[in-house]
């Protein structure tokens, strides 16, 4: 069961997130946070699994609350996942240096948020299309990496499955596109991050825009 905590300061926002995340049979809601000092102090008491992030919150805003839970000792399986209205190129580069795993808007759909939560509480990063621009912005702002060196040493499959982590899809979606098994797209996708010594897939994006795979 993926336990999930929600932090925004909105109670109506808060109140169709719960029934969205409770309809789920894989999650539930364990928690809710109405500014970001409840968020980091519920995530030190609870260790919940994925914490659903706002920005705006009164006090401490969703990013330094994210900086704070990233930080702290014994909180490393906890995930931060933020949602947010405000998906500026500035929010997401924040955000990302804070440590966040993923950064979707609001309006995403029930069923694609469902899915991100499950992606991000497995131990991978998940960027929307927008923030994906704002990396995209970020690499191409960076163009003296040697991008193309270090991909040389990928199959041609991997820079197949490299191309569409850049394009900002799941492990699934990759299997989906490819006739691959999931195991074998993450298989790959872990062999990628190996190769180019990326932390995560944030920087496989930036490592494909800057080889102008994307």
Do not use: W
């Amino acid at each position: 069961m993926i336990r999930v905590l929600l932090a925004d300061d909105q109670t109506l926002v808060r109140g169709a997130f719960v029934l969205l995340v409770n309809s789920a049979e894989d999650m539930e809601v364990i928690a809710e946070a109405g500014t970001g000092d409840e968020a980091v102090t519920l995530t030190r008491e609870l260790c919940p699994d994925v914490v659903l992030m706002d920005i705006r919150m009164p006090s401490t805003d969703g990013i330094e609350a994210t900086r704070q839970i990233v930080a702290a000792e014994g909180l490393s399986s906890s995930k931060v996942l933020i949602l947010t209205t405000f998906e500026t190129d500035a929010n997401v580069l924040r955000g990302l240096r804070a440590g966040a795993c993923g950064f979707l808007p609001k309006d995403t759909r029930p069923d694609a948020l469902l899915d991100a939560i499950r992606t991000i509480a497995s131990g991978e990063a998940l960027l929307s299309p927008g923030a994906t621009r704002a990396v995209m912005t970020r690499a191409l702002s960076r163009p003296d990496v040697p991008a193309t060196e270090r991909l040389a040493s990928l199959t041609a499959r991997e820079h197949e499955v490299l191309r569409l982590v850049a394009a900002g899809r799941s492990n699934q979606e990759i299997a989906d596109e490819l006739v691959l098994s999931p195991l074998t797209a993450k298989t790959h996708v872990s062999r990628i991050l190996a190769k180019l010594g990326a932390r995560d897939r944030v920087h496989l994006v930036i490592a494909a825009y800057e080889a102008g795979l994307a």
